[in-house]
Structure formats: structure tokens, C-alpha cells
């Protein structure tokens, strides 16, 4: 495979950064995840953090030998098992609240890609300078979009546009959104992020400037814009970017794949605990409490 591919998290004007995110790949096939930890609830990062992680590390399990199967049962059994993942942690902890968290998930390969989601964070494809296809929030705006009810226009300054009703941990298991597999183009790009990068930059407005600008240099600029936007009261905003290259062609300086054995993962996260790189087949307890003491250590670095 060869692509160019970007990532970043900022915490805007929030004390505590609740997105996390990464991507991992071998020579055959590449996972990118992102979530965005729900702040009306208890402890939203910890959800964040454990679902990254246990997606990542289950994608690196199941696709040691090369290709996933089933691409897209493969996401959907990956979102639950994160989400009993979750779970497990809130009532080991005694937790009064199940941290909730939303989440999109993306697996490329064999020339396709797919992607999952639950909640509003969203996912774009773009393709010659047109927004190609979209994810659909979980969200009461879109509902009331969907019905016909209130504008795009209108869902921007909604007073519930905040507001979703589907996510990852929480008392239900979250219902999964899936796509068909994508035929990709050389040139496609696919653009993850959370609602505090999408809810500043309109999708038509990033599809025109990936048509002019390699999602490198482009994607660090529109981060920037977005958090000028919203001022002093931004969210957490987080972007995973990947843009489909030539496949037949040699391996360059930008940030492109090169070839790797088989069984052999290259992984980026950011805002993530790195004691989670290793492949296995669960998140244990012990790397659970490694992270929250990170967590912690650094929201009393902020606090004070």
C-alpha cells in the first residue's frame, strides 16, 4: 500500500485533551481510529483512551497474518468488545458513571476502504474536490434534519447540537453505522476528525482545498483555523487524514507507508499511553491503572 497520511490532536481551551487517536498498518492492510471522550460524562478520556487502544490492539491481532476476512464485522465485533471493555472498567472501579465516548473506525486494504461509527464524530471521503461520502451523526440535530424539520444551517446553532444518543460504554451497547466497502481512487482522501475540528470547517471547503494542497500541509492550517474560530471557549479538535497514492509507485520522502515484513505493524497514536503498543488479546488491568495514573498525573498538572 501507498498513501500520505497525517494526524494531530489539539486540547483548544478545554483543561483536559478527551480525544484520542491513531492509526496502525502493515504491508497489506491500515486501521484508523479516533474517538472523542464524552464531557457531560464522568471521566470521558479514560472511555477515549480504552476504546483506541483496544480497537488498535485487536486489529493488530487479527490481521498478523495479512488481510481481514470480513472487513466490516470485523469493526462491528472490535466497537463492542471496546465497549465492554468499558464497561468492565467502570464497575471494577466502582465508578457511579460509565465514562461514554464516541467513535470511528476505518480498515483499508485490497484497494477498498471501510468505516464504522457511533456517535458524532464524523468521517469524510473526498474525491476530486467533491465531498464523495459522509457519516451521519448520531445526533438529535441530524435526526431533525432527516425529518425534514430544521436545516443544515439551523443544526449549527441548535441548541441541541450537542446532544447524541448513541455512544461507546454507557448502559446500552451502541448501535453501529457501517459502510459498504469504498472503491478507492488515487487521489481519494479520507479525513477523520471529532466535533471540535468539523463543527468549524465545512466539509464542501475541505474537499476544494484537498484538490489544491497535500493533506500534510494543508490539514495543520484548517487545525489552526478551526481552534481560532471557536475562540477561547474550543473544544478538544483531532483529525486523522490519509490521502490514496499510486500504488505502483516508488516509495518517496513525504509521509508515505514503505514495505514492511509480513506480521509486522507500524502504529501511531497521540494522546495515548504507550504501554498499550504490544500486541494482545485484551487490555488488561494492569495497563487500565497505568493509564488513568497517566491521566491523572497530568490533570493535576494542568489544575494547578
Not at 516509495?251 to 504490544?278: I, K, R
Amino acid at each position: 500500500m501507498r498513501f500520505t497520511i497525517f494526524q494531530d490532536s489539539y486540547i483548544g481551551g478545554r483543561k483536559v485533551n478527551q480525544d484520542r487517536l491513531a492509526y496502525s498498518y502493515s504491508k497489506d492492510v491500515l486501521l484508523m481510529v479516533i474517538a472523542d471522550g464524552m464531557g457531560g460524562h464522568a471521566r470521558g478520556e479514560i472511555a477515549a483512551e480504552i476504546a483506541v487502544n483496544s480497537i488498535t490492539n485487536r486489529f493488530q491481532q487479527e490481521a498478523a497474518r495479512g488481510y481481514l476476512r470480513k472487513p466490516k464485522e470485523f469493526l462491528e465485533s472490535a466497537i463492542h468488545s471496546a465497549h465492554r471493555a468499558i464497561v468492565a472498567f467502570a464497575d471494577e472501579h466502582n465508578m457511579l458513571e460509565c465514562p461514554r465516548t464516541t467513535v470511528v473506525a476505518c480498515i483499508v486494504q485490497n484497494d477498498k476502504a471501510w468505516w464504522s461509527h457511533v456517535g458524532d464524530s464524523r468521517l469524510y471521503v473526498c474525491r476530486e474536490g467533491q465531498l464523495a461520502a459522509t457519516t451521519l451523526d448520531h445526533s438529535r440535530v441530524q435526526q431533525l434534519m432527516d425529518a425534514g424539520v430544521i436545516t443544515p444551517e439551523q443544526a449549527a446553532v441548535h441548541p441541541d447540537r450537542n446532544k447524541i444518543y448513541n455512544c461507546v460504554g454507557g448502559v446500552l451497547p451502541p448501535g453501529v453505522s457501517h459502510s459498504e466497502g469504498w472503491d478507492l481512487r488515487v487521489g481519494d482522501s479520507i479525513l477523520m476528525s471529532t466535533d471540535g475540528f468539523w463543527a468549524q470547517v465545512s466539509s464542501s471547503f475541505i474537499a476544494l482545498k484537498l484538490q489544491r494542497e497535500n493533506i500534510v500541509t494543508l490539514v495543520p492550517k484548517l487545525m489552526e483555523e478551526a481552534e481560532r474560530k471557536a475562540g477561547v471557549e474550543s473544544d478538544n479538535l483531532s483529525v486523522i487524514g490519509l490521502t490514496w497514492e499510486h500504488q505502483d509507485e516508488e516509495v518517496g520522502s513525504s509521509a508515505v507507508t514503505v514495505t514492511v515484513p509480513m506480521e509486522s505493524f507500524t502504529t501511531s497514536s497521540l494522546n495515548t499511553t504507550q504501554q498499550f503498543g504490544s500486541v494482545k488479546d485484551e487490555v488488561t488491568e494492569e495497563d487500565i491503572e497505568r493509564a488513568i495514573s497517566e491521566i491523572q498525573d497530568a490533570i493535576k498538572k494542568v489544575a494547578k
